[in-house]
Each structure stands twice: as structure tokens, then as C-alpha cells.
């Protein structure tokens, strides 16, 4: 599931036989796998991958079935279970690619949205398909709102199309679009740019800017900002990438 490699930590999903649908074991182990890909001294950008055909095809149908007999507080825990993973990746303090080999459906395809790159073959086809069997994309409409917008999230939410390709691009779903082939490699070398080019501190404090000004006035939301703004100029980092540049100096974080 966790893997460390050049200063990526690889996060896989490894339930092919069930296209890496969703329970709430996987939810689990995803959850402890963020946590500790954090915390490891030894990463700066974490990739979420998947083994087999399927990304990842939204939650796991016989479990879906056996959700059908637990009470309103039973599900309402495993709702929150669900929610802790999707809100845990969107708020890491590290970056998060999604590397996506095959389709990426409901809750999978919300997997995906919570990341902040997200890299897809051609062919890899992602949707929010709930509503097509009485269900509702809940938890990830709030995440996919902010990423990209009340029309095109109501377009994708309400039809349950699925899209691939240069559409999902247009959707605001996919970062890049690369061949299969080519996958693994481009990941890898995206991820080393961020490595070897960008301040740790700075992106993950550019994140958490992200996520908060969203829910503030503009009022707030400045204020904040001169405020992250003024400390920032004062961090170790800022002091070695501002000298590293009038110095001709590269620098590698």
C-alpha cells in the first residue's frame, strides 16, 4: 500500500480483482497510509496510484448491500469515515498526485478530485454515476464545487455522463493527459520538479491559503493573506531562496 522512493511516497491501491472499489478496510488502510506518507521525513510529494484495469470504481457493491441493513448511525459513522479520507488528502501538507491508469468512477472518481494534479491515459473515462442508482455524490460535491465551479459540478453531479480525455480536461478534472506508456515516467518526473524547484514549507502553506480564503470574505480572506504574506517573508526558506536568487545561486530543495 505505502512505498517510499526518491523522496516520493507511492500510495496504491491493490484490490485489482474488484477494481479497487471502495470498503471501508481500503478507506482504513488509505487513511493510515496519508498519515504516515505525511509524516515520513523522507517524502515530498506523495503519488496515488492503483494496480489493475480500474483506477478506482466507487464503493464496493457488496458492501454497498450490507450498508443497506445498518442504521442511520451506522451509516452516518461510515459516511464520516468516507469524509475523513477525502478531506484528509484535499488538506495534507503535502502534494498529492493522482495518477490515474484506468477508469475513475463515483467515489473513485472523487478520490481523484481531492488531489491536486491529477495525471490520466487518454482512454481513462471519469464520472459521478450515484444518481443513476438512487444514491447521491454527497460528500465529494463539496470538494468538486470548489475545484471547479457550480456549472460544471451541477453538469457532471446531475447527468452522471461519463468523460474522457481532452472532455475531462475541459471539465477541470485531469491536469495532464498522458499515454500509458508514458505514465509512470511523467509522474515521476513532475514530481521530482516539485522535489528539486519548490520550498516544502511554501506549498504546503500555499494549500492551506487554498482551502481557508474559500470560506472567508473577501475582508478575512485579505487579511489573512498580508498576514501569511508578512510571516512567510520571515521563514527560513524565503531567506534561502531569496539569496540562492540575487546570487545566481540554484537552489535545490
Same mark, same amino acid.
Given at each position: 500500500m505505502y512505498e517510499a522512493k526518491d523522496r516520493i511516497g507511492y500510495i496504491t491501491l491493490n484490490r485489482p480483482e474488484k477494481r479497487n472499489a471502495l470498503n471501508h478496510e481500503l478507506v482504513a488502510d488509505l487513511k493510515q497510509? !496519508?498519515?504516515?506518507?505525511?509524516? @515520513?521525513? %523522507? $517524502? &515530498?510529494?506523495?503519488?496515488?496510484? *492503483? %494496480? /489493475? @484495469?480500474?483506477?478506482?470504481?466507487?464503493?464496493? +457493491?457488496?458492501? +454497498? =448491500? =450490507? +450498508?443497506? &441493513? !445498518?442504521? !442511520?448511525?451506522e451509516n452516518l459513522a461510515d459516511s464520516n469515515h468516507l469524509k475523513e479520507l477525502f478531506l484528509?488528502?484535499? =488538506?495534507?501538507?503535502?502534494?498529492?498526485?493522482? #495518477? $490515474? =491508469?484506468?477508469?475513475? +468512477?463515483? /467515489?473513485?472518481?472523487g478520490l481523484a478530485t481531492v488531489c491536486d494534479f491529477v495525471f490520466a491515459v487518454p482512454e481513462a473515462k471519469f464520472g459521478y454515476t450515484e444518481v443513476k442508482i438512487g444514491f447521491i455524490p454527497a460528500i465529494v460535491l463539496v470538494f468538486l464545487i470548489? &475545484?471547479? /465551479?457550480? #456549472?460544471?459540478?451541477?453538469?457532471l453531479l446531475l447527468s452522471g455522463e461519463l468523460v474522457q480525455g481532452n472532455e475531462a480536461m475541459n471539465f477541470g478534472l485531469v491536469n495532464y493527459l498522458v499515454s500509458k506508456d508514458k505514465l509512470n515516467e511523467t509522474v515521476s518526473e513532475f514530481a521530482q520538479k516539485l522535489i528539486k524547484n519548490n520550498s516544502s514549507q511554501s506549498m504546503a502553506l500555499t494549500k492551506q491559503m487554498? @482551502? #481557508?480564503?474559500?470560506?472567508?470574505s473577501l475582508?478575512? *480572506?485579505?487579511a489573512y493573506a498580508a498576514k501569511m504574506n508578512a510571516e512567510a517573508r520571515a521563514s527560513d526558506d524565503c531567506k534561502k531562496g531569496i539569496n540562492a536568487f540575487l546570487n545566481k545561486q540554484e537552489m535545490i530543495w
Open positions: 497510509a !496519508f498519515t504516515q506518507a505525511e509524516s @515520513d521525513v %523522507n $517524502v &515530498k510529494v506523495i503519488v496515488l496510484q *492503483a %494496480n /489493475g @484495469d480500474a483506477f478506482c470504481a466507487g464503493a464496493d +457493491l457488496a458492501y +454497498l =448491500q =450490507q +450498508l443497506q &441493513k !445498518f442504521s !442511520f448511525e484528509k488528502i484535499y =488538506q495534507l501538507k503535502k502534494v498529492v498526485i493522482a #495518477k $490515474v =491508469q484506468g477508469h475513475a +468512477l463515483a /467515489g473513485g472518481c470548489r &475545484k471547479i /465551479g457550480e #456549472k460544471q459540478a451541477m453538469h487554498i @482551502d #481557508k480564503v474559500q470560506s472567508m475582508a478575512d *480572506a485579505l
